[in-house]
Every structure is written in structure tokens, then in C-alpha cells.
């Protein structure tokens, strides 16, 4: 079993839905969870980060950590075309020799 | 407000040549890393540093090498290229790496032909 498992997509979806992207993981350790968002040609950027469990709203994301299910999430509201991208889940157990560990991402579109 | 820069953004290098991969960062990070993204593959750290005059190997580590005489900069070295490094490397960097929040350049894309 992969450490993170995340769906590479294509996921497409009509401009002003609901977006949710997800991601398993195996390591109970794990303890900060962060969603990066790579647009095409350019390096990822950090999105969203949260500690444990429960949820962290910015603006139209909320990040989503459910550490009994070993389950995290990333929701965009009123999505725009502007939110086309890849994204990226990545984790890690939050100690000093401790790897950071990424999904391998998943590419969204926004269908204007 | 510079951030993390790389330099080149592109290159283009033959079977056996050598390069190196500059990086650079202004935020005073103790920790930087070296990333190639691959199709399918991901993010795979390369080599990575928690400090000025510390390195240590990361995932992918074969045919690459790294140094940090200062906090600023991390070059990756390419000693003998082969078609198998033909890929797109990020430099990253961060304040402390525990907590994960990384500062990414814009991306070296590299071909070896």
C-alpha cells in the first residue's frame, strides 16, 4: 500500500460548482497536512495547511483532515476557470528527520 | 520579494555532459531540497539540506550531487547525464521542514538526449 494514494484525475466540472479532491494515506503518524496547487509549467505553490484533525476554511477553500479515517480533503466553492490546476496533498509526521510525502496530484478543470 | 529562483529554466544537455541546477533563496531557510517531477511519478525529493554544510540523500539520490557552503544557495550537480534525468526539477525551501510548508521555485526543465 502506497503511503498516499490520490486520484491523478482528469477531473473536469462546470464553473461554480462545488469542487472535492481527496487523499488516503496509510501513516498513522502523520500530523500536518497540506494541499499545494500547481498551475501548468510553474512549481507548486502551498495552498492550504492544517495540523491533526478537523477543518481550516480560507476564503472559498476548506481543507478537510480526518485522521480516524486516514482521509483528507480539499473543497473549492464557486469554482473559476482561474482554479484550473493540479493539486497536490502532502504530509508528513511532523518531525525534524521526518520526509514531507506528496500525492501524486490531481488535475482539475473549471469548464467555463 | 524574490523567493526561491532557479536558474536555467531551461536546458538542454547531451548523453555524458554536466550541469549544475542553481538555487537560490532570500528568506533565510535553513531547509532547501531538490525535487524532480516526472509524469506519473510525482514529487521525488533528490537530495536535501537542514543547514549550511549538512546534506543528506533523499529518494532518487543516483547521479546527482549537492553542497550548501551557504544558507542562500543549494546547486544540484548533474555528474554524467543520461537520458533518464531528462525530467523538470523544483528547488524548494522552507523555515522549518517538520511542519511542511514549502516555498517552491519556479521549476529547471531539463532534456538529455
Known amino acids: 500500500q502506497k503511503e498516499v494514494e490520490q486520484d491523478p484525475g482528469p477531473l473536469s466540472v462546470p464553473e461554480g460548482a462545488i469542487v472535492s479532491l481527496n487523499c488516503t494515506y496509510s501513516?498513522?503518524?502523520?500530523?500536518?497536512f497540506m494541499w499545494y496547487r500547481q498551475y501548468s509549467r510553474k512549481g507548486p505553490e502551498l495552498l492550504m495547511y492544517?495540523?491533526?484533525?478537523g477543518n481550516k476554511e480560507d476564503g472559498r477553500f476548506t481543507a478537510q483532515v480526518d485522521k480516524s479515517s486516514k482521509y483528507i480533503s480539499l473543497f473549492i466553492r464557486d469554482s473559476q476557470p482561474s482554479d484550473s490546476a493540479t493539486y497536490l496533498c502532502a504530509m508528513t509526521a511532523g518531525n525534524r528527520d521526518d520526509k514531507i510525502i506528496f500525492g501524486k496530484g490531481t488535475r482539475l478543470h473549471i469548464l467555463p | 520579494n524574490a523567493g526561491v529562483t532557479q536558474t536555467p529554466k531551461f536546458q538542454v544537455l547531451k548523453t555524458g555532459q554536466s550541469m549544475t541546477l542553481q538555487c537560490a533563496q532570500d528568506m533565510n531557510h535553513e531547509y532547501m531540497s531538490w525535487y524532480r517531477q516526472d509524469p506519473g511519478m510525482g514529487l521525488r525529493l533528490i537530495h536535501y539540506?537542514?543547514?549550511?554544510?549538512?546534506?543528506d540523500q533523499g529518494e532518487v539520490p543516483n547521479g546527482y550531487n549537492v553542497s550548501r557552503s551557504t544558507t542562500e544557495d543549494f546547486p544540484l550537480r548533474l555528474l554524467s547525464a543520461a537520458p533518464s534525468q531528462t525530467s523538470v526539477y523544483f528547488c524548494?525551501?522552507?523555515?522549518?521542514?517538520?511542519?511542511?510548508?514549502?516555498?517552491f521555485g519556479e521549476g529547471s526543465r531539463l532534456t538529455v538526449l
Open positions: 501513516n498513522s503518524a502523520f500530523q500536518y
Open positions: 492544517t495540523y491533526s484533525s
Open positions: 539540506s537542514v543547514g549550511a554544510g549538512i546534506t
Open positions: 524548494a525551501s522552507s523555515y522549518r521542514v517538520y511542519t511542511g510548508e514549502l516555498f
